[in-house]
């Protein structure tokens, strides 16, 4: 019983693992990475709203 146990696990890996090299990997995309979307030149700029908190 424990053999075919053991051999059933062994085949689900084997298949596990050759589904997992034939599927597309995923593409993991960054911060910054949304197309369209652009910034304001002075994005970094100081805000006055807090300047009494830079003082």
């Given at each position: 019983m424990l053999h075919e146990l053991?051999?059933?696990l062994k085949q689900l890996k084997s298949k596990t693992a050759e589904t997992a090299s034939a599927t597309k990997p995923v593409?993991?995309?960054g911060y910054g990475?949304?197309?369209?979307i652009v910034?304001?030149?002075?994005?970094?700029?100081?805000?006055a709203?807090?300047?009494h908190l830079m003082a």
């Open positions: 053991w051999d059933y593409v993991r995309r990475s949304v197309p369209g910034l304001a030149d002075d994005f970094d700029a100081p805000l709203d807090f300047a």
